[in-house]
C-alpha cells in the first residue's frame, strides 16, 4: 500500500481532477486491490492496479454526473432562496416535507426490481459496486436497472405532479 500509495493517488487524480475525491477514490481502489489480491493473476501487477484504480475513479465520476436530482435535491435557484426567512417559515417547511413524502410514496409504488436499486443508489448513496455486492449481481446488472427505472419514471411520472 505504502509503494504504491501515491501511483494510485495520481492515476485516480488524472481522471477526476479533484484532489479531494481523487483521495476518497484512491482509498477505495486500495481497500479493492487488497480485497482482490486472492484473485490477482500474477501478470502485470501494475497494469492490474491501475486497472483497478481507473474503473474506481470512471465509477465514481458516472456516480457523480448521473445523480437523478429529486427533490431531496433543490435546485441553485432554490437553494440561494433558502438563506431567506420564507424559505425556512413552517408553510415552506411543510411544503419540502410534503414534497419529499410524495416522492417517498413515488419510489414505494415503483416495480421492486427498480425501487431497491434507485433507494440504494439515490436515497442511500451507494456505489454501483456496493449495490452489485449487495443483490449479489454483476455491475452492469445494476447500471441496466437504473437505466431502466429512469425510463420507468420518465414514462409514468409527470412533472406536474410534484409542483
Do not use: C
Amino acid at each position: 500500500m505504502e509503494k504504491y500509495r501515491n501511483y494510485m493517488y495520481k492515476v485516480v487524480y488524472s481522471v477526476l481532477g479533484h484532489p479531494k475525491d481523487a483521495e476518497d477514490v484512491t482509498q477505495e481502489a486500495l481497500v479493492k486491490l487488497y480485497v482482490s489480491l486472492p484473485q490477482y493473476k500474477f501478470e502485470g501487477f501494475k497494469t492490474w492496479m491501475t486497472r483497478i484504480a481507473v474503473n474506481k475513479a470512471i465509477d465514481y465520476k458516472r456516480a457523480r454526473e448521473h445523480r437523478v436530482e429529486l427533490v431531496f435535491d433543490q435546485p441553485e435557484e432554490a437553494m440561494e432562496m433558502m438563506e431567506s426567512t420564507e424559505i425556512n417559515s413552517p408553510e415552506a417547511r411543510y411544503m419540502r416535507e410534503y414534497s419529499r413524502e410524495q416522492i417517498r410514496h413515488r419510489i414505494r409504488e415503483m416495480p421492486p426490481n427498480y425501487r431497491d436499486v434507485v433507494h440504494a443508489f439515490y436515497i442511500e448513496d451507494k456505489s454501483y459496486q456496493e449495490i452489485a455486492a449487495e443483490f449479489g449481481v454483476a455491475v452492469k446488472t445494476v447500471e441496466v436497472k437504473l437505466y431502466r427505472a429512469k425510463q420507468w419514471i420518465r414514462k409514468t411520472w409527470k412533472e406536474e405532479e410534484f409542483k
